[in-house]
Each structure stands twice: as structure tokens, then as C-alpha cells.
């Protein structure tokens, strides 16, 4: 984990660093409090799809937990995301074609995405090799000083619960996790995900939007009611796929203070 840039406004710090894992450079930004001391906990973000680390409400999210916490918050580039793009017209295809999905839909009812057998294939890696990453950064940051202790927590929804679910699920360093924007469906290696969901053991707080234009509501319960943890929470709101509102920021945030407790500065 080498750190190549370092910035401080306002309080937080935030340091770029990449990541080496297998033959793979992954880029990410770590958040600290300005000036930090003692030990905190850190919260890993993962941004969803044709998103990168950078995106608005990761930053947003990441400077609320430094600086009403005084967590540390960092967010890697998934694969073929962000500064890891290879294609930039496929992203922008890419990206135009989900924008479509969710301008078209109908409130959750339009039914399953078909994938093509290579789309199918690409999904499937990048969740492998997402999962692989969050955990050597997990590794990383346990010889950081003042990340090193822990506790660790995990948000991410949509892509960030594509990837995030399997990884918190295999990851016993994870102390509590948000997680959202998805369900049960015809996904790509979607056995996997059930099983993955039903071996969950931290607390969860699921969030779900009951007009989701890119999968039904009775998907969205059933990945719910197959997670294995003892605390789960469930928040229902009406409206799409990006219009969760900014009032759940609230929850995330005493969810994680609840779970993860706060820093020792």
C-alpha cells in the first residue's frame, strides 16, 4: 500500500494510495482526521456500478463519518472502474446503458436482466477479483498505525452489494456492514450470492428502494430474508434506484457508531 498524494481540507486528510494485489495496481483514497491520534475505526466503501472511488456520494459519506465520528473511511476503483477503466467508450456504453434501464423502468416490475454469456463471465470475475481486493486491503490497512485495531465496517450498495456481500460474508474482520439496492435474481453466479448472503453473521442495515427500476421488490425481500445475521434491519423507501434519501445518511451514520463504537483520539 503506498501512498502517493496527500491533500487536508477541513478537517479530513486524504491520502491517495494504489494498492498491489496479484498483478493488479488498485487505486484508493483513505480519509483521517486532520492531525489524527489514537485509534479509530474505518469503514470501507464501495461505489456502484460505472461509478469510481471519487464519486460524489462516497466523498460525501467518507468526510461525514471523519468528521462526525472521527472514523477513518477509505474507497478503492473496482475492476474496470474509475482510473482502472481499459475501454473508455465500452464504460460510457456501459453507463449510457444503465442510465436507459432506470430512465425506462416501470417501479421494479420490469422484470430480471438478461446477461449475454460474456457479460455474464465479466461479471463474475470482477466480483472475484473485487472480493480478493477488499480483503488485502483489509490486510493493509492492519499495519496501518491507528487502523490498525479496528473495528472495520463496510457500506456499499448496488455494485458495492454485488461485490461487498461476499466479501463482508467471508470476511470475519468486518464488525458490521450496510449493505442495499439489490436482490435475488438471475444474477451472474447467483447460487454463490444466496449462499453468501445466508453466511452473514454481523449486524446489517439493508437499504432498499421500493420503486427500484432495476430489480423487483419481492427480489429485494427475498436477499433480505436470506441473510443469515441475527441483527438485520430493513429501510423501504419510495422512489428509484438513485433517489434513496439523503436522510439515511443519518442511519448509516448511528448504525456505525452503534456497531463499530467511536475513535479513541
Known amino acids: 500500500m503506498d501512498f502517493v498524494k496527500e491533500t487536508s481540507e477541513r478537517g479530513v486528510t486524504e491520502r491517495d494510495f494504489e494498492l498491489k494485489v496479484d498483478s493488479e495496481l488498485v487505486p484508493g483514497v ?20 460505472t461509478q469510481h472511488k471519487r464519486v460524489p456520494n462516497v466523498v460525501a459519506l467518507a468526510r461525514r463519518l471523519v468528521r462526525h465520528l472521527g ?46 454469456p460474456e457479460e455474464a463471465k465479466a461479471w463474475t470475475e470482477r466480483t472475484r477479483s473485487g472480493v480478493r481486493e477488499w480483503r488485502a486491503l483489509v490486510d493493509e490497512l492492519s499495519s496501518v498505525p491507528g487502523l490498525d485495531e479496528g473495528p472495520f465496517g463496510y457500506w456499499g450498495v448496488s455494485m458495492g452489494t454485488a461485490i461487498g456481500l461476499p466479501f463482508v460474508s467471508q470476511e470475519p474482520r468486518i464488525a458490521a456492514a450496510v449493505l442495499g439496492l439489490a436482490g435475488l435474481n438471475n444474477r451472474p453466479g447467483g447460487d454463490d450470492f444466496e449462499k453468501a448472503a445466508r453466511a452473514l453473521t454481523p449486524p446489517i442495515l439493508f437499504l ?5 427500476e432495476l430489480m423487483t421488490r419481492e427480489s429485494g425481500i427475498a436477499l433480505f430474508d436470506a441473510i443469515g445475521s441475527t441483527e438485520k434491519t430493513m429501510h423501504v423507501n419510495p422512489g428509484g434506484h438513485v433517489q434513496m434519501p439523503l436522510f439515511e445518511r443519518d442511519a448509516v451514520e448511528a448504525f456505525f457508531r452503534r456497531h463499530l463504537g467511536v475513535a479513541n483520539q
Open 30 to 49: 483513505l480519509w483521517t482526521p486532520e492531525n489524527a491520534d489514537g485509534t479509530r475505526p474505518t469503514v470501507l466503501i464501495g461505489h456502484g456500478g
Open 208 to 212: 432498499f428502494q421500493w420503486d427500484d
Open 71 to 116: 472514523y477513518a473511511a477509505v474507497a478503492l476503483d473496482a475492476p474496470g472502474h474509475g482510473d482502472r477503466v481499459t475501454d473508455p467508450e465500452a464504460a460510457e456504453r456501459s453507463r449510457q446503458a444503465l442510465q436507459s434501464r432506470i430512465a425506462g423502468g416501470t417501479g421494479g416490475a420490469r422484470g430480471d436482466r438478461q446477461f449475454s
